[in-house]
């Protein structure tokens, strides 16, 4: 099983403004309508697994739901995932790797990790294989982070880095074990 973090940050680490916003993710104009990766990226995964403020946030999009494949959603407080997405977004508890193992022998091979405190939970069990992390040049001076206070050091290898419209950098990198 393989669990791939695939997210945008600013320069300063941050995932969301002191709001909650992501407006700032589109500061850099992008008159191709590049995805960057995006389908790729999602070409290769089996799911996500995301906790309830991502889902929520997600959800308020003024869009279709972006997603083809099943989203499973970290939740204690959540009763039931509302009708219109039954079908596409299931909720799951307990522990990490509980839920890891059920979601491997259901055959989720791939999985996508997304939302910041689901992001720092996985990594503060080392559970993520590989970081897909493109900095946006910009500084929110404060919002959500991206990485929190880890127990151990953890280390990555550089696999790929590159730059995309002349702005952003995109890296990806594996855990070294």
């Not at 596409?88 to 405190?117: P, R």
């Not at 910009?138 to 550089?158: K, M, W």
Request: negative net charge.
């Amino acid at each position: 099983m393989t669990n791939i973090v695939y997210i945008a940050t600013s320069l300063d680490g941050y995932i969301a403004d002191k709001d909650g916003g992501l407006d700032w993710l589109h500061s850099i104009p992008n008159p191709e309508q590049s995805d960057f990766g995006w389908a790729e990226f999602m070409a290769g995964i089996d799911g996500l697994v995301m906790g309830r403020t991502t889902f929520e946030t997600v959800l308020g999009f003024d869009c279709d739901w972006p997603y083809t494949k099943p989203v499973f959603v970290l939740s204690n407080t959540m009763n039931e995932i509302p009708d219109s997405h039954k079908d596409k977004a299931f909720l799951v508890s307990g522990s990490l790797s509980e839920i890891l193992k059920s979601l491997n022998e259901q055959g989720f091979k791939n999985l996508y990790i997304d939302g910041g405190k689901t992001i720092q939970s996985f990594l503060s069990e080392d559970l993520i294989d590989e970081l897909v992390i493109t900095q946006i040049p910009v500084l929110l001076g404060g919002g959500s982070r991206l990485f929190g206070d880890l127990e151990h050091r953890q280390q990555f290898e550089l696999v790929k880095s590159e730059v995309l419209i002349d702005a952003m950098v995109k890296s990806h990198f594996k855990r070294v074990r």
